[in-house]
């Protein structure tokens, strides 16, 4: 089989390793990938015009396109191939543009989880012209307040404040001033819920699903949890409180009815969905849905699938999902994201890279690099994700600080708490 998959960070870098282990594989082409994926098959840069991809597909006998991140999902490259005579038969492993509502518009989601009956945070939604119910609503909570900008906002969109008076400020920022452009024009409020995160992913063809290794990811810049948000600082897999009898609350409660959900409502969905969870006292609330795998999760998830990933992926196609055994690796597998001096606010680019020959017993997934030459440099803010293994956690955090320090380039930043929450 000829595959296309859409996307340029290490998520894309993890799924192209596991594409490449595929005994079904002809040819991968990665767009627009990085150095890293170069590695797996070959890097092409097609954009994001549905009409390019349309002819890259054709031209190249593409039978499956695996799609990274959200923007083209949200955007409807499913329905654009759905509704395409010539294109109807290609996969895409994603959901349609209705389907990618749950991560694209939060107010959608949130009434989606109320409609179902899945547990989630008391909730709100709020706008321009209704910005003093708002403040108003704001009042009858406890702080921290969560304010999230109804649409995408490349992961920014979701502040959490500490005084009511900062948040009746980020309020008006967000629906009088556009802070989030057009992904403000609605605010979801919701109560702030106390516990410890997890990341969920299930794969499902639309009627049957796979449960996919738990992960935790990391999101503050600084250590114990502290500065800026980011795009995901490290992960961890599996997690311990993610007992089974934690576990098959999640089910009950929360993925049966959520795919039952979406098949109540006639929506495609053929994918991944990535539900964000708070664990509250040994019980699941969801925070947040997601209509692809998360990254830096994908780094831990991946590497411990040792299923044929092609194999698995062509069960959407024959709503079959159910008629094989998903094969998991029982190690530990942590992944610590390094990053580029100032990030997450501005930060420095086309620093050179040394070091990456130098690793030994993990994986490296290249985020934001590109190559000049035989150079590799920065690209990105997250720019390098180094995986291991380990019979325990701690080994495979050992293994990962060790190869961490053998990479480096002016300014290089990483933390070195990942997972110490959870020993």
């Given amino acids: 089989m000829n595959i296309l998959l859409l996307g340029s960070g290490a998520r894309e870098h993890a799924i192209a390793l596991k594409i490449q282990e595929s005994k079904l594989l002809t040819k991968l082409f990665i767009s627009p990938g990085n150095p890293g994926t170069s590695l797996c098959g070959e890097n092409v840069n097609i954009g994001s015009d549905f009409s390019k991809i349309k002819a890259f597909v054709k031209g190249n006998n593409i039978e499956m396109v695996v799609v990274g991140p959200e923007q083209p999902l949200v955007d409807g490259i499913w329905d654009y191939f759905h509704n395409d005579n010539e294109l109807r038969d290609i996969l895409i492993v994603g959901p349609s543009k209705e389907g990618a509502n749950l991560e694209g518009s939060k107010d959608f989601a949130k009434s989606f989880m109320q ?63 556009n802070k989030f452009g057009t992904a403000s024009n609605k605010v979801v409020i919701e109560e702030f819920l106390s516990g410890i995160e997890c990341s969920v992913f299930v794969l499902t063809d639309g009627t049957n699903y796979k449960v996919l290794p738990v992960a935790k990811d990391y999101k503050r810049i600084g250590e114990n949890d502290t500065g800026l948000n980011t795009g995901g600082m490290g992960s961890i897999s599996p997690i311990s409180f993610a007992d ?89 597998a942590t992944c610590v994201m390094m990053v580029a001096k100032g990030y997450p606010e501005n930060y420095e680019k086309g620093k050179e890279i040394k070091g990456l020959q130098d690793t030994n017993d993990c994986i490296v997934f290249h985020a934001g690099t590109k190559q000049e030459e035989e150079k590799i440099l920065t690209n990105g803010g997250r720019v390098i994700a180094v995986t291991c293994y380990g019979e325990t956690m701690q080994e495979a955090l050992d293994k990962c600080y060790k190869n961490v320090e053998r990479i480096s380039w002016e300014g290089k930043y990483f933390r070195r708490d990942i997972g110490r929450d959870l020993l």
Wanted: glycine share 6%; hydrophobic share 35%; net charge neutral.
């Fill in 244 to 332: 089974e009898d934690f576990m098959q609350k999640v089910e009950k409660r929360i993925i049966r009815p959520t795919i039952q959900g979406l098949k109540n409502e006639n929506i495609n969905y053929q994918g991944f969905i990535f539900i964000g969870l708070m664990n509250v006292k040994q019980e699941p609330y969801v925070i947040e849905y997601n209509v692809r795998m998360g990254d830096p999760e994908t780094e831990v998830v991946f590497p411990r699938i040792k299923s044929d990933i092609l194999e698995v992926f062509n069960c959407l196609r024959t709503q079959s999902l159910d008629s094989i055994n998903l094969d998991i690796d029982p190690r530990f």
């Fill in 115 to 177: 409609k179902n009956n899945i547990p989630t945070a008391r909730y709100k939604t709020f706008y321009k012209e209704t910005l003093n119910q708002g403040k108003k609503f704001l009042s009858t909570l406890s702080p921290p307040y969560v304010l999230k900008a109804d649409g995408l906002a490349a992961g920014k969109g979701v502040v959490i404040l500490n005084t009511l008076e900062e948040a009746e400020k980020e309020l008006t920022q967000m629906l009088e001033n």
